[in-house]
Nanobody
Framework: QVQLVESGGGLAQPGGSLRLSCAASGFTFSSYAMSWARQAPGKGLEWVSGIYSDGSDTYYADSVKGRFTISRDNAKNTVYLQMNSLKPEDTALYYC??????????????????WGQGTQVTVSS
């Protein structure tokens, strides 16, 4: 069965960094695009970043552009989100999501067919 397991969340100070990982299993990881999304308290789900199945292209929400970097290692079935220059508004539960195709990256949550359990990121001084 498909599994997506996020890790790497925690507490960071403003301006600090965290690296999130999403370990995938139960499907041919290298055939599918992957995305990260987040949900802050009292807010809806916000798409953050996505990467094509072969890593050939990446996309970012304006709110994180220039600060976050998405990458993947298909040999390890893992997608990463490097978060630098963290801000308090980055505080959220971060989810890893599987696209339904090799280039399916969307801001619409229903476009993704599997989700991880989430990892909490808190940015505070």
């Amino acid at each position: 069965q498909v599994q997506l397991v996020e890790s790497g969340g925690g507490l960071a100070q403003p301006g600090g960094s965290l690296r999130l990982s999403c370990a995938a299993s139960g499907f041919t990881f290298s055939s599918y695009a992957m995305s990260w999304a987040r949900q802050a308290p009292g807010k809806g789900l916000e798409w953050v970043s996505g990467i094509y199945s072969d890593g050939s292209d990446t996309y970012y929400a304006d709110s994180v552009k220039g600060r976050f970097t998405i990458s993947r290692d298909n040999a390890k079935n893992t997608v990463y989100l490097q978060m630098n220059s963290l801000k308090p508004e980055d505080t959220a539960l971060y989810y890893c999501a599987k696209g339904a195709g090799p280039r399916l990256i969307s801001v619409v949550p229903t476009q993704y067919d599997y989700w991880g359990q989430g990892t909490q990121v808190t940015v505070s001084s």
